[in-house]
């Protein structure tokens, strides 16, 4: 069963059998629109809090994604190269940007879970 | 309807608006020893006759060198210019266009911008290009910033082969001044040929990129071009050449060399030296970097005309940094230069492919002839023996005399070449580097030679 924590700059971080999933949201992707390029960094990349560690194209905008908790790439999600719109399908599932490894997973702490999240939508 | 601003009816109505008497009252607040109160001094007007005539007295004092005893490069060379190119630049539907990138009204320009960057693409041996910029010197400084920007920021390290043109590498520091770069030159060696020890003793993962110059300020080649861009390549860090066009009818592009990104000045192809200007940037690059280049990209696409299949010109990708995240913007520019591109398509389409080739060849062997009769006159050597060149090489004066020789061509209506930037190597103070193309016969050559040898 998968945990998701929420950003107020609306990025998420899932967490799956203890792997760790960056990606933006849902309501993110509804606000962009049709999603047309994702940039990623490299595998390895390390990211220090507040960092901008994707950029998310859509038709509408250019969207920063950051790294809200200090944290190290382990693999970018590589079908998005050719099939950005996996985002705006499946953002919280096929559509995540990055399997991470966190330096800290106590940091999650201070994320927002679903209810939270929910409550902030509204 | 009027061009002249502000009648004064308009400005006494202005002034009421904002409730003050005249100018002067509005004007109170600079101190007054900051006023000049006076006039400028500007010359009264003058009639048309007058003023013809003042401005042919001007004319005649200017010493015309025609393009046949210019025998000098640097970035701009003395080309033939087919009539041709002239004739049709300037039909008005291509010379009065002006931002052109609206399909419904302008396929011609468009398809002349999509030619442009395919024949950049051919002659770079580059995937991509952008629709042209305004210089070879701003376009480096673009592909800098190009450089940065792939590596997102991490890499601030900037590395300048040896002999690239010292003027160009003042326009990367001051074009992208505040992008704390980290700008570093390997300093040339007499004699030798950069090996891989060298450039690797400042190559590291800080370096975002390195600058080549092919054929380099000096007009040689490096035969080992292709295994120092392997060098740059093992380290992650980008090579940029910044690259002749013409000699690619005769050398292997910068692409086949392994270049990530080739940019330089593109004014050979069907555009006059003029005054130094206004001049063709060109930047080429490989698909992977197409979302850090600047500029438009100007793309073919399928399209129905008149019911039937058919194909159209369109803009196709402007990154959109460049107006809506200006600070990631990749160009301060963010312009083209349609008319000279325009040009350069024409020139490119008048002379072929075969024709190119047969030119640039030619452009070789004045150079080559040149050479030889100018090595014939005692005192003169090669600065660097035993280099390849294209159509431009420098030679070495016996000390004190090259400046004589070079005022001497002068007051016999020749350009004898440029004096190289001695800021790398004081030896070049004592240098000119020479530049040949087909506009050269064999009686300019002999005459440059001949009047050399009356000062040596």
Known sequence: MATFYYTKTH????????????????????????????????????????????TVESVKAVA??????????????????????????????????????????????????????????? | MTFIPHTPAQRAQM??????????????????????????????????????????????????????????????????????VDELSHRGEFYTAYTPYQP???????????????????????????????????????????????HRGQRRRLIFAPHVDPQYREVVATYNIGMEMDLQQLAPVEGEFTSADRLNELL????????????????YLDDELEMLIGEVHRREALAIVLFYPFAAGLLKTPGELGADIVCGEAQCLGNYMGF?????????????????LPGRLIGRTICERDGQPGA????????????????????????????????????????????????AALCHSNACLARERLLQIGGLSDFYANRQFFNEFTLKFPPGKRDLAYDHALSCGMLAGIKPDARDLPDLDDALTFAFTEVHCEDDIQALVNCLKEEL
């Not at chain 2, 109160?37 to 060198?65: H, K, S, T, Y």
């Not at chain 2, 398809?111 to 442009?116: D, G, H, L, T």
């Not at chain 2, 590291?204 to 007009?219: I, S």
């Not at chain 2, 490119?348 to 492919?353: F, I, L, P, T, Y």
């Open chain 2, 104 to 150: 419904e009204i302008s396929q011609g320009m468009l398809q002349c911008i999509y030619e442009f960057q395919s024949y950049i693409c051919l002659l770079t041996g580059m995937e991509i290009s952008n629709a042209s910029g305004y210089d070879g010197g701003t376009t480096l400084a673009d592909a800098v910033q190009m450089a940065l920007a792939s």
């Open chain 2, 276 to 292: 130094g200007g206004p001049l063709l940037g060109f930047l080429a690059c490989t698909a992977k970097l197409v979302r850090v």
């Open chain 1, 11 to 54: 990025e998420y971080i899932r967490e799956d059998n203890g792997a760790y999933f960056l990606g933006i949201t849902e309501h993110a992707q509804q606000e962009l629109g049709d999603i047309t390029y994702v940039e990623l960094p490299a595998a390895g990349t390390e990211f220090a809090k507040g960092d901008v560690c994707c």
């Open chain 1, 64 to 122: 920063e994604v950051y790294a809200e908790l200090a944290l190290k790439v382990v693999t970018v999600n590589e079908r998005l190269e050719d099939e950005p719109e996996l985002i705006n399908q499946d953002a919280q599932g096929e559509g995540w940007l990055l399997q991470i490894e966190l330096a800290d997973a106590g940091e999650l702490s201070d994320f927002m879970d679903q209810t939270a999240y929910d409550e902030l939508e509204k």
């Open chain 2, 312 to 359: 159209g010109f369109v803009m196709t990708l402007q990154a959109r940094e460049q107006h809506i995240r200006r600070a990631k913007a990749t160009s301060n520019i963010c312009s083209n230069e349609a008319l000279l591109a325009l040009r350069a398509c024409l020139y490119m389409g008048s002379v072929g492919r075969a024709g190119f080739t047969q030119l």
């Open chain 2, 204 to 219: 590291d993962d800080d370096t975002a990129a390195v600058v080549f110059q092919y054929p380099d300020c000096l007009g």
């Open chain 2, 15 to 84: 002034l009421a608006a904002i409730g003050v008497d005249d100018i002067e009252q509005l004007l109170d607040t600079i101190p007054a020893a900051l006023r000049l109160r006076r006039d400028l001094a500007v010359p009264a007007a003058q009639g048309e006759v007058e003023l013809a005539g003042e401005l042919q007295e001007l004319l005649v004092v200017n010493q015309f060198i025609p393009p046949r005893r210019v025998f000098a490069g640097g970035g701009l060379y003395p080309h033939h210019v087919p009539a041709v």
